[in-house]
Structure formats: structure tokens, C-alpha cells
């Protein structure tokens, strides 16, 4: 079983930037295919951006292109997403996610296994 736990959510003004984090454990990180989500209440989590498995292909919702940078160091078995030039849009609770045994990047939410419990963005205006 992995777990994996999410970090660096706060409260940023619009313009500004955070890091969010997600550690994972309990499975060789290296291996997994990993992603962000964001959720609000009432909707379904959306697809923010995506690593493979080797952390040298990317993949971004068309609205994040541009600001948000997805990364992950297998020797620290963590994930980053660095978020600039933020938005009130982004307001959301972000999740980090992993899924093990797949070629390319998944970007769709039933198609990972392992999620994290979620942390608080908050841009305001």
C-alpha cells in the first residue's frame, strides 16, 4: 500500500506563487506514475498535471500551461507542484496521486489508485 501525504497549501495572493508537496511511502516511488488534482465543492476532482514515471515527461490542463511546474525526485520520493502566477480560479483543495504499472501519464481520476488527503489553496483577489 502506499500512502501519500500533501503539504505547502495556504492562503496567497493573486499573482503570487506556492510549492505544494506530496510525499509517498510504502511502494517504490520510481515507478509510479504520479498527478495533482484540484476539487471544489459540488464538482469533481480536475486534472491539474501529470508526471510519468521516470519524471522526464509532463503533461498540463490547458489551464495551469504556462504556470504550474510538475516535478518529482525518486531519491526523496516526493512530488512538487510550484505554482506561480496564481489566480482566484485555483482556488481549490489539491490532491496528489499515484498509480503504479502504467506507461505514459494518466489524467483522468479513476485511473489512479493512491491519493493523498488533500490540501487547501486559497488565492484571493
Known amino acids: 500500500q502506499v500512502q501519500l501525504v500533501e503539504s505547502g497549501g495556504g492562503l496567497v495572493q493573486a499573482g503570487g506563487s506556492l510549492r505544494l508537496s506530496c510525499a509517498a511511502s510504502g511502494r517504490p516511488f520510481s515507478n509510479y506514475a504520479m498527478g495533482w488534482f484540484r476539487q471544489v465543492p459540488g464538482k469533481g476532482r480536475e486534472f491539474v498535471a501529470g508526471i510519468n514515471w521516470s519524471g522526464i515527461s509532463t503533461l498540463y490542463a490547458d489551464s495551469v500551461k504556462g504556470r504550474f511546474t510538475i516535478s518529482k525526485d525518486n531519491a526523496k520520493n516526493t512530488m512538487y507542484l510550484q505554482m506561480n502566477s496564481l489566480k482566484p480560479e485555483d482556488t481549490a483543495v489539491y490532491y496528489c496521486?499515484?498509480?503504479?504499472?502504467?506507461?505514459?501519464?494518466?489524467?483522468?481520476?479513476?485511473?489512479?489508485?493512491?491519493w493523498g488527503q488533500g490540501t487547501q489553496v486559497t488565492v484571493s483577489s
Open positions: 496521486a499515484a498509480v503504479g504499472r502504467r506507461i505514459g501519464i494518466p489524467h483522468t481520476s479513476y485511473e489512479y489508485d493512491y
